[in-house]
Nanobody, 129 residues
């Protein structure tokens, strides 16, 4: 049985930092790309960041470029999302998911519906102004 567990969320003030972790089990971790998504109340889920199976390619949504950094440690079956200079608009539930293949999708428009499975329960990030 595949399990995906996120941690590291919390409440911070604008300008602060958090590091999210996502640990998996029951999955051939180094065979799949991994992604972070977020969903704010009343909004659709959006892709935030992704990383290929070997870590050599990463994707970032424009809204988080130069502030967020994704990384992975295959030996520990874990992917991380370092978030710096957080803004109130980053407030959302953050989800981790394993892709269905080893590389990130070319389009992230509907990637959460078509390219990712095995989702975690999410971790809440709240940024106050």
């Amino acid at each position: 049985q595949v399990q995906v567990v996120e941690s590291g969320g919390g409440s911070v003030q604008a300008g602060g930092s958090l590091r999210l972790s996502c640990t998996t089990s029951g999955l051939v971790f180094d065979g799949f790309a991994m992604g972070w998504f977020r969903q704010a109340p009343g909004k659709e889920r959006e892709g935030v960041s992704g990383i290929n199976w070997d870590g050599r390619f990463t994707y970032y949504a424009d809204s988080v470029k130069d502030r967020f950094t994704i990384s992975r440690t295959n030996a520990d079956f874990t992917v991380y999302l370092r978030m710096n200079n957080l803004k109130p608009e980053d407030t959302a539930m953050y989800y981790c998911a394993a892709a269905t293949v080893g590389i990130c999708p070319r389009s992230w428009a509907d990637a959460d519906k078509t390219d990712f499975g095995n989702w975690g329960q999410g971790t809440q990030v709240t940024v106050s102004s």
